[in-house]
């Protein structure tokens, strides 16, 4: 058995900084973590920096969850299921971490609203204060567009990942170390079922370039920089999206390579002045995601589970 075949091996390791990212009991994430913030780093672009990369995750493990029951054979439904799990998982250790460092920044709840503060950001906002990347919110199409848009999220967010292990954050290192081994086996299984599809039959292959122009244009959004970006990566507790687009691009022209298929020619979606998924600007895709998402939980805002 390898390290990426067990989430637990991580705790084992002697050194092994993802070890931490799983915290010490299952009502705190973060119990037992250090939780300090780096010196001279703010603690309030900190706590909105881990909403961005908390906020990418949650969105896209909702979408990956409409899945379930839903994919072409019960072995890929249940890959997606685990998939969506994975990043829920990292939203769940990011948005903690956000409230851990800004606790201003949790919405407010009802005296005695046993909701933890994970949840309440999760739960309990409105979608102009989700910042997370306009590609994982986006309604889903066929199966097709689902392989089109993990590769290209996880394709960035592995190399992100793989950054953000070296992080002045001990916990924001030690979700990078834990998600680093999760985010590559999403990447290899988007690759190969990209590479599937391409060279399956006539139908598939046009369905994939189907929706490879149709999600192109969100693409730069993975790899163009918020100034909070920039300047968390220049104190070394952040990574700058932008030094890993040359990266992204060499991943996702080697699958093109290889699976027959040309680079898309499409221009960025544009956001308005300069805003995009980052600064809280979304498509109307967004709300309706929340409206599902957060029913039950805003209904019910002092409910136990």
């Given amino acids: 058995m390898n390290d990426q075949e067990s ?37 309030v672009g900190l706590a909105l920096y881990c909403l961005m990369l908390g906020d990418d995750a949650l969105i896209m493990s909702q979408r990956l969850s409409e899945w379930c029951s839903r994919a072409p054979d019960l072995e890929e439904d249940i890959a997606l299921a685990n998939i969506a799990l994975d990043l829920l998982g990292q939203a769940r250790l990011l948005l903690a971490r956000a409230a851990a460092a800004d606790p201003g920044v949790v919405p407010a709840l009802p005296a005695g609203s046993p909701v933890p503060a994970e949840d309440a950001l999760a739960f309990f906002r409105e979608a102009d204060q989700f910042h997370n990347v306009r590609l994982a919110e986006v309604p889903n199409g066929d199966f097709a567009h689902a392989v089109v848009r993990l590769l290209l999220f996880s394709a960035a967010r592995l190399a992100l990942l793989e950054r953000l ?3 002045r954050d001990a916990v924001l290192a030690a979700v990078a170390a834990k998600g680093v ?46 100034p909070l970006e920039v300047s968390l990566a220049e104190a070394g507790v952040g990574v700058d999206p932008a030094s890993f687009g040359d990266e992204v691009d060499a991943v996702l022209d080697q699958v093109f390579a290889v699976s027959g298929v040309e680079r898309p020619d499409r221009p960025p979606l544009p956001g308005v002045g300069g805003r995009t ?13 929340l409206a599902e998402m957060q029913v039950v939980a805003r209904a019910h805002p002092e409910g136990r589970w």
């Fill in 7 to 43: 989430i637990f091996d991580g705790l084992l390791e002697a050194g092994d900084a993802s070890q931490w990212a799983f915290g010490t009991d299952f009502e705190d994430p973060l119990a037992g973590v250090d939780t300090t913030v780096p010196d001279g780093v703010d603690h």
């Fill in 165 to 167: 292990r070296g992080s």
């Fill in 181 to 226: 081994k999760e985010v590559a086996y999403h990447r290899d299984w988007a690759g190969r079922w990209f590479l599937t599809l391409a060279q399956g039959t006539q139908e598939s292959h046009r369905r994939l370039v189907n929706a490879l122009d149709e999600l192109w244009p969100l693409k730069p959004e993975l790899v163009s920089a918020h």
């Fill in 277 to 289: 998924g980052r600064h809280g600007l979304h498509t109307e895709a967004l709300g309706l995601l």
